[in-house]
């Protein structure tokens, strides 16, 4: 059963501080995603990485894969306020060969940035 | 921007009903899914539809639920008798079959069950 773990489930952090959230998933998977929940709302894509070594940016936040290790990294830079949320990363749960596959979520980090 | 839309928002219903949730996927998508979250836990998918069938379901997904695409443009989700765990906020996504370029899933804003 493929599995996708996160941690911290809970990051508390101040503004300008940096931090990483790490996602470990337990297949060969090599297409890994990042989404963004606020409260009470729907999935956001954050980051789409489809291959090993794959590292993109957007503003304060990076996203990085390691498909031989099986781990995601989400980077925060200065932390502000604005980025507290839910941060889930998913995993394609791919059953059949070339076609689009299901996603697996991680139980999700709940980051809250406080001033 | 072309958007996932859900309906309805907010659905309470009494146990042992039949609801049916409704989405208009992305109008150039070919791939739609139907996912659950039940509150404060962790995105479940439920169901993968394609070429007008189901092409995978998770265990969750049994006999009492079904989904449907009646016309060109909605895709549903029907709950033939609902039950108290099934209460949880349902999500529509769809996604363009490019395995090359760009898999991404685009999620609705969610319908919110709510069985009593």
């Known amino acids: 059963e493929l599995k996708v773990e996160q941690n911290p489930l809970f990051l508390s952090m101040q503004e300008g501080k940096n931090y990483t959230i790490y996602c470990n998933y337990s297949?060969?998977?090599?297409?890994l995603y990042w989404y963004r929940q606020d409260p009470g709302k729907s999935l956001e894509s954050l980051f789409v990485l489809l291959s090993n070594g794959a590292v993109k940016q957007e503003g304060r936040l990076m996203a990085s894969l390691d498909t031989k290790a099986r781990l995601s990294t989400l980077h925060i830079t200065a932390a502000v306020h604005d980025l507290s949320a839910t941060y889930f990363c998913?995993?394609?749960?791919?059953?059949?060969?070339?076609?689009?596959?299901?996603?697996?979520f991680g139980k999700g980090t709940k980051l809250s940035v406080k001033p | 921007e072309p958007e996932v839309t859900q309906t309805p928002s907010h659905q309470v219903t009494q146990m042992g009903q039949e609801v049916i949730l409704r989405c208009v996927p992305i109008s150039n998508h070919l791939y739609f899914y139907w996912y659950r979250q039940i509150l404060g836990q962790k995105v479940e998918f439920l169901v993968s539809f394609y070429n007008n069938e189901i092409s995978e379901k998770s265990e969750i997904f049994d006999d009492q639920f079904s989904v449907e695409r009646p016309d060109g443009s909605n895709f549903t989700l029907k709950i033939r008798s609902t039950k108290l765990e099934d209460s949880a906020m349902y999500f529509c996504?769809?996604?363009?079959?490019?395995?090359?370029?760009?898999?991404?899933?685009?999620f609705g804003q969610g319908t919110r069950l709510t069985v009593v």
């Open positions: 998913a995993v394609e749960g791919l059953k059949y060969g070339g076609s689009q596959g299901n996603l697996i």
């Open positions: 996504a769809s996604s363009e079959w490019d395995r090359v370029m760009n898999t991404e899933a685009f």
């Open positions: 297949t060969t998977s090599d297409r």
